[in-house]
C-alpha cells in the first residue's frame, strides 16, 4: 500500500514563499511520476505539477507556471513543490499523488 504524507503549507501573504513536501513509502519511489493538484473551496480539485520518474520531465499548470518549481529526492523518497509570489488564488489544500494513492494533503492559505 502506497502512503504519502504532505507538510510545509501555512498561512503566509501574498508575495511570500512555500515549499510542499510528500514523502512517499509503500511503492518503488523511483519508477513512479508523481503529481501535486490543489483543492481550492469554490474550484475544486485540479492539477499544479508533476514530475517524471528521474525528475528530467515536469509539468505545470498555466496559473502557477513560472512561479513553481517540482522536485524529488528519490533518496529520500520525497517530492517538494516550491512556490514563490504566492497570491490568494493559491489557497487550498494541496494533495500529492501517485500510483493511484492521494495523501491527506496539506493546507496552503494566502491572505494578507
Known amino acids: 500500500q502506497v502512503l504519502l504524507v504532505e507538510s510545509g503549507g501555512g498561512l503566509v501573504q501574498p508575495g511570500e514563499s512555500l515549499r510542499l513536501s510528500c514523502a512517499a513509502s509503500?511503492?518503488?519511489?523511483?519508477?513512479?511520476?508523481l503529481s501535486w493538484y490543489r483543492q481550492a473551496p469554490v474550484t475544486g480539485r485540479g492539477f499544479v505539477a508533476d514530475?517524471?520518474?528521474?525528475?528530467?520531465?515536469?509539468l505545470s499548470a498555466d496559473a502557477v507556471k513560472g512561479r513553481i518549481t517540482i522536485s524529488r529526492e528519490n533518496a529520500k523518497n520525497t517530492v517538494y513543490l516550491h512556490m514563490d509570489d504566492l497570491k490568494t488564488d493559491d489557497t487550498g489544500v494541496y494533495y500529492c499523488?501517485?500510483?493511484?494513492?492521494w495523501g491527506a494533503g496539506t493546507q496552503v492559505t494566502v491572505s494578507s
Open positions: 499523488n501517485t500510483a493511484g494513492s
Open positions: 509503500g511503492h518503488t519511489f523511483s519508477e513512479a511520476a
Open positions: 514530475i517524471g520518474r528521474r525528475g528530467d520531465s515536469t
